[in-house]
């Protein structure tokens, strides 16, 4: 299974941006989608969540200024941003866990940059 994500970019603080990350491959579900990010000379952190009914968790640096969502017809998840802070910079990757056609897979994007300016 194959995640592809757009919609990165340059911004000034306080704009937004819309990330989208669309799941290819022999997929028979998708539980668990997320964003996570990286910023440099840090680990790889939990950005936001959400299970195949709808149910979201994010992490509280980000919490009232982005949102996720998903269309399980189209097996894309995407994250709005708000408000966006130098400190949202980052390398943005999209997760994804479910049941391709014979297996369990977890799979990972290419990553998309965002840099906030000041």
């Known amino acids: 299974v194959q995640l592809v994500e757009s919609g990165g970019g340059l911004v000034q603080a306080g704009g937004s941006l819309r990330l989208s990350c669309a799941a290819s491959g022999t997929i028979s579900s998708i539980n668990a989608m997320g964003w996570y990010r990286q910023a440099p000379g840090k680990q790889r952190e939990l950005v936001a969540t959400?299970?195949?009914?709808?149910?979201?968790n994010y992490a509280d640096s980000v919490k009232g200024r982005f949102t996720i969502s998903r269309d399980n017809a189209k097996n894309t998840v995407y994250l709005q941003m708000n408000s966006l802070k130098p400190e949202d910079t980052a390398v943005y990757y999209c997760?994804?866990?479910?049941?391709?056609?014979?297996?369990?897979?977890?799979?990972w994007g290419q990553g998309t940059q965002v840099t906030v300016s000041s």
């Open positions: 997760n994804a866990q479910g049941l391709a056609l014979y297996s369990i897979f977890r799979s």
């Open positions: 959400i299970t195949g009914g709808g149910s979201t």
